[in-house]
């Protein structure tokens, strides 16, 4: 049977990608142990540079959970921020990335930022700002692609 990881397969494969990622976890793993995380000072232009803001609470408190099966714990699947393993019968927390955490865990993370600490799928936000620049990122994109269609049909 295939294992957890292979199922969602979401493995980073660049180097960058694995920096990334291990930073996100990392952080997360120093917010539950306590440590005050400084996530910079409050810029509108640079969202680019620094973690988006705190997932909306409305989301969070929202966020199904589930209940660990006695296959998932056979197999050792694993909180990814504490690393311990989970237990046959514990409530964890399932994001819509399917990655599973415990509330303890995942909670504190999401208010701070809103992205999933091993994929970095974002949530919603309450931040207007954020959001517009998140709906401005998404414009440019599909203009992007609609020259390079456009430049496509032009000189093939
Ligand atoms: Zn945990
Ligand atoms: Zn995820």
Redesign the pocket.
């Known amino acids: 049977m295939a294992s957890y990881f292979d199922e969602h397969d979401c493995e980073p494969t660049n180097p960058e990608e694995q920096y990334r990622q291990n930073a996100l976890l990392e952080l997360a793993r120093s917010l ?1 142990q306590g440590m005050d995380i400084d996530l910079g000072p409050f810029e509108v232009s640079d969202w680019d540079q620094r973690l988006p803001p705190p997932a909306a609470r409305a989301v969070t408190q929202n966020l199904p959970t589930v209940v660990i099966t006695p296959e998932q714990a056979d197999k050792g699947l694993k ?1 990814p ?2 690393l ?1 393993e989970f237990e046959e019968q514990e409530t964890v927390r399932k994001m819509p990335c399917e990655h599973l ?2 509330s ?2 995942i909670l504190p993370w999401l208010g701070k930022t809103n992205s999933c600490p091993l994929c970095r799928l974002e949530l919603p936000t309450d931040n207007k700002e954020y959001e517009e620049f998140r709906k401005d990122k998404e414009r440019r994109k599909q203009k992007e692609h609609r020259l390079e269609n456009l430049h496509g049909a032009m000189y093939t």
Do not use: E
Request: aromatic fraction near 12%.
């Open positions: 539950m909180c921020v504490c311990l955490f415990h303890s865990c």
